[in-house]
């Protein structure tokens, strides 16, 4: 059985930064694509970044481009974000994915969530 644990989260100011972990386990993990999402209140759940199974290719949502970096340590079955200049409008909660095969084909895992608030 697969688990996301989702850990890091937390109040910074605006401007600040935030590193968020997901440690997987259930099944190999460097055999698949990852990828975080958020959610804010009252909207829908959001991409955020996507890392391929071995971490040589990925890819942002928008909103973050430039600001937040995905990575992954295949060693440690774990996958981090780097938020870097949070805004207000990046406080969310977090939400980790696996992919169903090593590109980004469709997700099949979901973890818990991690809440991130950063206030102005």
């Known amino acids: 059985q697969v688990q996301l644990i989702e850990s890091g989260g937390g109040l910074v100011q605006a401007g600040g930064s935030l590193r968020l972990s997901c440690a997987a386990t259930?099944?190999?993990?460097?055999?698949?694509?990852m990828a975080w999402f958020r959610q804010a209140p009252g909207k829908e759940r959001e991409f955020v970044a996507a890392?391929?199974?071995?971490?040589?290719?990925?890819y942002y949502g928008a909103s973050v481009k430039d600001r937040f970096t995905i990575s992954r340590d295949n060693a440690r079955n774990t996958m981090y974000l780097q938020m870097n200049s949070l805004k207000p409008e990046d406080t969310a909660v977090y939400y980790c994915?696996?992919?169903?095969?090593?590109?980004?084909?469709?997700?099949?895992?979901w973890g818990q969530g991690t809440q991130v608030t950063v206030s102005s």
């Open positions: 259930g099944r190999t993990f460097s055999d698949y694509a």
């Open positions: 994915a696996q992919y169903n095969a090593e590109y980004y084909t469709a997700i099949e895992y």
């Open positions: 890392i391929n199974w071995i971490g040589s290719n990925s």
